[in-house]
């Protein structure tokens, strides 16, 4: 990645208008673009963001993270009965709903809303299959959930790459890296279930401001330096009600 800066995108849930507008500042010609995963799920346009993620992927070699969204939709893919009552309530109902119509998982099967997706959304189905776990640029380190500190970070589990909390947040950092992620919101990890602003601690930067539960959606530069900008859009349209 020969770019001077990198331009990263915290999780996108669906809000798609946000996403479009926190685009408006991100400078191609000399910015890396970064998605941090969860497009998907909770948000109403799940839809329209994955063709976003996958246009931006092809149109600027982006880097589109996998999220644990990500991951739960195409679990849901591939057993479709066994993951639906859970991929529904962690927000899977708006993405089906969003891919197919309003009414959707009432009318149909879990396996015939599965067979319907894959005919429809061939190329997405693949593209999402791709995504990857993780990406380095210079000092940096990102990554949608976070890293096991117990060990050598590369040597994390594809599942705490997606899924970690805690034992990441509390851990030491050795690594050597700055890790910037997203998946659990920065009002959580301050404590106060209010603030939205980037979280920063012991090298590790989390940019996900929850925007989907009425907080922000960040747009975060970084160069070889540190920090240069950070773009944060509240959602004007949600109450704040951080429910997990």
């Not at 890293?147 to 594809?158: C, M, N, Q």
């Not at 997606?162 to 959580?188: A, C, Q, S, Y």
């Not at 401001?209 to 950070?230: E, I, N, P, R």
Request: glycine share 10%.
């Amino acid at each position: 990645m020969g770019m001077d800066q990198v331009f990263v995108i915290g999780d996108v849930h669906g809000e798609y208008e946000l996403f479009q507008e926190v685009l408006q500042k991100f400078e191609p010609a000399k910015q890396q673009l970064i998605l941090i995963g969860d497009l998907n799920d909770r948000g109403p346009k799940s839809k329209e963001c994955w063709l976003l993620g996958m246009e931006l992927v092809e149109k600027y070699q982006a880097v589109y993270l996998r999220g644990n969204h990500e991951e739960y939709f195409l679990d849901f893919m591939e057993k479709p009965e066994d993951w639906f009552p859970s991929y529904l309530y962690n927000g899977g109902k708006e993405t089906i709903e969003s891919l197919l119509h309003q009414g959707a998982i009432l009318e149909y099967s879990p396996t015939e809303i599965a067979m319907m997706i894959r005919s429809r959304y061939k190329k997405l189905m693949d593209f999402l299959a791709e995504r990857p776990f993780y990406c380095e640029w210079g000092k940096y380190l990102f990554v949608h959930a976070g890293v096991d500190l117990t060990k050598d970070w590369h040597e994390t589990s594809l599942q705490d790459f997606l899924w970690i909390r805690e034992p990441f947040h509390e851990g030491k950092n050795k690594t050597g890296k700055i890790i910037v992620f997203g998946h659990t919101i920065t009002p959580m990890l301050y404590g106060d279930m209010q603030t939205t602003a980037i979280w920063q601690s012991d090298n590790k930067i989390g940019i996900d401001g929850g925007a989907v539960f009425g907080g922000s959606l960040h747009g975060v530069v970084f160069d070889q330096a540190g920090l240069v900008a950070d773009y944060e859009l509240p959602n004007l349209n949600g109450p704040w009600q951080p429910e997990f």
